[in-house]
């Protein structure tokens, strides 16, 4: 079993910034994409961003020009680097791993981690 494990939260003011980690107990090169989502109370799941295999980067309309997602295969962990923090952006934020192989699907997710934006 694949065991994703989130870190970095916590609570920050309007305009600051935080970086969420996330490790993985196997190599994220393995991984077709590596994702974060959130979840704010009351609402789904969303999308945030996330990195494909070769390197190539997506992000929500709701996050781009202030997030970055980056990872590091040696380490086998992926970051999620938030600056320009709004209220809006808290939520429990998870961390996904996607493969397909096979004609089979797999996906993992992490604990999340809590990210609370308030003055």
């Known amino acids: 079993q694949v065991q994703l494990v989130e870190s970095g939260g916590g609570l920050v003011q309007p305009g600051g910034s935080l970086r969420l980690s996330c490790v993985v107990s196997?190599?994220?090169?393995?991984?077709?994409?590596m994702a974060w989502y959130r979840q704010a109370p009351g609402k789904q799941r969303e999308f945030v961003a996330h990195?494909?295999?070769?390197?190539?980067?997506s992000y929500s309309d709701l996050v781009r020009g202030r997030f970055t997602i980056a990872r590091d295969v040696a380490k086998s962990t992926v970051y999620l680097q938030m600056d320009t923090l709004k209220p809006e952006d808290t939520a429990v934020y998870y961390c996904?791993?996607?493969?397909?192989?096979?004609?089979?699907?797999?996906?993992?997710w992490g604990q999340g981690t809590q990210v609370t934006v308030s003055s």
């Open positions: 996904n791993a996607y493969m397909s192989m096979m004609g089979d699907e797999i996906e993992y």
């Open positions: 196997r190599s994220i090169a393995d991984f077709n994409i």
């Open positions: 990195i494909q295999k070769e390197g190539y980067t």
